[in-house]
């Protein structure tokens, strides 16, 4: 069965096809960063028409890639949720749309399950269960994973996320948009002149909170000439606390769950930081790790397509509404067994 994944949570937009025997057919991204960089950030608005101007024309390209035609999709995946509310709407009705002319099922995929699963995508895919860490833009969560759909959550972030606090930071220093991968990039200039905390290693627990760092970092950066390696020792203090934090957090689930696989998915797992530190820590404690190649840590069609081909294949699918939640818990998720 090939099935058709369609990506619109936020500010790129991705299409993909996938096929349990085959793997990944083929897939296509567009992102919208030149346009919201003039802004310094996400215009809702001006992203859900963007979608609506890229979806079709993404789908017609990624058939014709895959030398298929519509008759031989046997279902559409798309993104319900969590995003934004007028993204997620362009893409569902896309999908809900082409289901009902195609007469194929539907099933609503959970964003963040699509990263959870994006390292299925590899030759070398992780076995169940296994603890994931999701850090991207807006979640930092960390899971245990028995099988798809049974999830229990370790911990999350209270406020700010640390793609959050990635991009805050990096407005603040100046670097624009989008943030993460300028800061990061600034930090390799840097030298360890100062010493950040990490955020909540001193209490027991797997939770996050990355807000009081961010605002160390802005009193620290006022505190400062502000000269152009003061910026660069600064962004390399705050990622390596992010960094830092994120081992000893992630050190912790695997001591608890007892587990010896570490899965690291979504956008801030690209950061090449934070896999080397979290590659080491797991060699120290003598357990394996995966990452979905960089192109798959952003949003994308394909971690949709395989995560809604998993559901299609256990019998799942929803009736013909339009489902989209801009909010969603990840326990809320039926298990696929």
């Known amino acids: 069965m090939y099935v058709l994944g369609i990506e619109t949570s936020c500010d790129e937009t991705g299409v993909a096809i996938y096929h349990p025997k085959q793997g990944l057919i083929s897939h296509f991204l567009y992102s919208q960063i030149d346009m919201h960089s003039e802004y310094g950030g996400v215009v809702p608005e001006l992203a859900s028409r963007d979608h609506i101007r890229k979806l079709v024309p993404l789908i017609k390209q990624t058939l014709l890639d895959s030398h298929l035609s519509s008759r031989m999709i046997g279902g559409i995946a798309y993104t319900a949720g969590p995003g934004l509310m007028g993204a997620l709407l362009v893409g569902a009705a896309t999908a ?199 192109q798959f840590c952003t949003d994308n069609g394909a971690m949709i397509a395989y995560a809604g081909c998993q559901r299609l294949l256990a019998g799942q699918q929803q009736d013909l509404r339009i489902f989209a939640r801009p909010r969603w818990p990840m326990g809320e998720l039926s298990n696929c067994q």
Not at 101 to 123: D, K, N, S, T, Y
Not at 156 to 165: I, K, M, N, Q, R
Not at 274 to 280: G, N, P
Request: a positive charge; proline letters at 6%; one cysteine or more.
């Open 96 to 294: 809900r749309s082409l289901a009902w002319a195609w007469r194929v099922p539907a099933i609503a995929v959970h964003h963040m399950e699509g990263h959870l699963l994006a390292p299925m995508l590899e030759e070398n895919a992780p076995q169940f269960p296994f603890v994931a860490l999701l850090i991207s833009g807006g979640h930092t969560l960390l899971v245990r994973v028995a099988g798809i759909g049974d999830y229990q959550l370790l911990g999350e972030s209270l406020d700010d996320a640390a793609g959050e606090a990635f991009d805050k930071t990096a407005k603040l220093l100046g670097l624009g948009y989008p943030g993460g991968p300028k800061l990061s990039e600034l930090a390799r200039h840097g030298k360890p002149a100062f010493t950040f905390p990490r955020p909540m290693t001193d209490r027991p627990g797997l939770d996050f909170s990355f807000s009081g760092l961010k605002t160390f970092t802005l009193n620290t950066f006022n505190a400062s000439e502000k000269s152009a390696q003061d910026k660069a020792d600064i962004a390399e203090a705050f990622q390596t606390a992010v960094s830092e934090t994120l081992v000893i957090k992630c050190r912790r689930a695997l001591q608890q769950t007892g587990l010896a696989r570490l899965v690291v998915a979504g956008g801030v797992s690209a950061n090449k930081q934070i896999r080397a530190a979290l590659t080491e820590m797991v060699l120290k404690e003598k357990a394996d790790i995966y990452f979905p190649r960089p």
